[in-house]
């Protein structure tokens, strides 16, 4: 539990990540793409959200994607429906991506021939918050169905994303999940968080998402 | 990433929960009390189905819990409601329970005085399957929101619980959830699992729950 040695090699596999991750964000400036990383609970619609956002932003712009599971190449099959390039992540027992994976898995794609580089992460609330992968913007995912307390209970995480999306806002009718409760508790743990609201099946809030990230790149790009 | 000394630190605590844990399980063995613990995605309805459970066997059996979460104790407070006790267990960064802390909780407990004990994990898929905690039976929950592939995407928390519960079947009429798919993949991962459905909103499923662990109770102590 408060195993002195397991929390100092923890703390130097960080520090190496993070020196990973300044390198990947270096290359990631130069190549002039604008990457993205997913985070959420399992079944929060990180995958069925990345699917439409390639679709989406697509007729524009070049885009990729990472996805990191334990096991199975599911998402990158339902993902691979959107055309766009994308490569499975497999971690076995590891319950979070690493900036060492994402370098890996990038060796051989060039970067310099993508707008969007998108990375979805192993479904955790808890243990990827940690880990910098070198993207521009983190985006936490929560679906309505999981409560207005989860900001509170993971604060890390919540902290750890600048923004912050709702999904599955198609099942607000049938789940008791009060928006301005959650909102609440959002600002509490981040106050700067940016918040978009959206339901991948009925199509709303996707557009207003998806321009916001354009506009994004052009800021990052200026 | 694969950081040698951090998988060789990572055996060492786990074998050192292994010892706790196998003390736990004595221990409860002799006082009588039998240990249920739930995992789960967080917002799968860990607390929602805890908090019925308690007030269903109440009356009947001598009942308690131990909620874990990084934060908050918010649980505890909900949980309170059933007038069981109930004791937080706040982790702080850790993304899971160890049974050292299960132990450390119980000391100003008498386990003797109960038929019960829950233990509720903190919400996440992944890192709680290797932990043991000394209990007797370990239910892992799915809300039909999640999708019918998890199971397969999470298959070690699968297949270290005994019980697989499907949460939130009210739902199933508003979501795309294919109930056959979803069995037929914890069947791949874990055969021998046992499974429920049930809603805690509309309570179908619950009794039922309650009534065969209460069944196992007899079994252990036979």
Redesign the interface.
Known sequence: ?S?P??VE??R??LK?NDVIARDLREQFRNAGVFVVSLVS???SGKTTFLEKTLTQLQPQYRVAALVG????E?DAVRLARSKAPVKQITTG???HL?A??VESALKEWDVGQLDFLFIEN??????PS?YDLGEDLRLVLL?V???E??P?????MFRAAAVVVLT?T??LP??GFDVGECLANVRRVNPAARVFQLSVRNGSGVPELCDWMASQTRVARA
């Open positions: 539990m195993e040695r397991l090699v923890r130097n596999v190496q609970s399992p079944g599971d334990l096991a199975t599911n027992t590891l319950c690493e060492a994976m192993v479904g955790n609330l808890v243990c940690a679906s169905t999981e409560g307390d989860k509170l209970k993971y604060p890390h599955k198609d099942l049938h789940v």
